[in-house]
């Protein structure tokens, strides 16, 4: 396979905002999500991150392999943790930014 023919790699960042004084137990939540990733095929990245000045904001650093792998992984149980524990915690709906991944420290290579 070319590299023309070969899957475009996918980014994403993904800002929820959890319910008044929940934060940490979003944040619990989308590690528990995140460890039910690790051996994900197509998941590269799955990074929680607490925001610094926002103790009820989470940030979701993602990348995936392809459009497809990020479909399968995001649409199934998410490992033991289903998406409605997340959606419960969260104040709205999570805002996402799609990127495209260029490469980096701490990025695998294709």
């Not at 993904?14 to 994900?40: E, I, K, N, Y």
């Not at 459009?67 to 998406?83: F, H, K, N, P, Q």
């Amino acid at each position: 396979m070319t590299a023309e023919q070969q899957p475009e790699r996918i980014g994403r960042y993904v800002r929820m905002v959890a319910q008044p004084g929940r934060g940490a137990a979003l944040a619990d939540t989308l590690l528990r999500v995140a460890s039910g990733l690790r051996d994900t095929p197509g998941c590269e990245l799955y990074l929680i991150n607490l925001s610094a000045d926002e103790p009820d904001t989470i940030w979701v650093t993602e990348v995936w392999a392809d459009e497809a792998a990020s479909d399968r992984a995001l649409s199934a149980d998410l490992g033991e943790v289903g998406i409605g524990e997340v959606l419960e915690l969260l104040a709205g709906p999570p805002e996402l930014v799609d990127l495209r991944p260029l490469g980096g420290t701490g990025l695998p290579t294709s």
